[in-house]
């Protein structure tokens, strides 16, 4: 085993649907596929330095397990989650967010003229917020 931190590490999270992107409703949603999407938030996260952990589930439980995975895990800096069908109904992934300690931020991509923005604010908050950190 290394002694070596591991590097700031975010996790990416869609919900339900979200790998029909690209095809369901385009004139809604756009042409960009979630595997365009998670390319360049992976990229916008690597010209961070930070690690991007990616995951789509369109099983609630799929995502509860997921979220409860990574308690603990020091490496993990941040969530970005967009929950998809699930943002108003799941009172469990909310639950299991807040039950990890982990800060998240949620994103939606319906709005046309924003559509990825939101991933990128938060994958640049986090960063911000981690700069700040270490320079305490």
Not at 23 to 50: H, I
Not at 52 to 71: P, R, T, V, W, Y
Not at 105 to 120: D, K, L, S
Request: charged content about 20%; aromatic content about 8%; overall charge negative.
């Amino acid at each position: 085993m290394s002694d070596t931190p591991s590097r700031p590490t975010l996790l990416l999270i869609n919900g339900p649907n979200l790998n029909l992107l690209g095809t369901r409703e385009p004139q809604k949603y756009g042409k960009t596929t979630l595997a365009d999407l998670e390319a360049l938030v992976e990229s916008r996260c690597a010209s961070q330095d930070l690690v991007l952990q990616k995951f789509q589930s369109n099983h609630e439980g799929a995502i509860l397990d997921f979220i409860h995975g990574f308690a603990g895990n020091a490496a993990v800096k941040g969530v970005i989650i967009n929950a998809g069908a699930y943002t108003h109904t799941s009172v469990a992934i909310r639950d299991a967010l807040l039950g990890v300690n982990t800060p998240f931020i949620e994103v939606h991509i319906t709005n046309v003229h924003a559509r990825i923005q939101g991933y990128f604010a938060a994958v640049d908050f986090f960063a911000e917020k981690l700069k700040a950190e270490t320079n305490v």
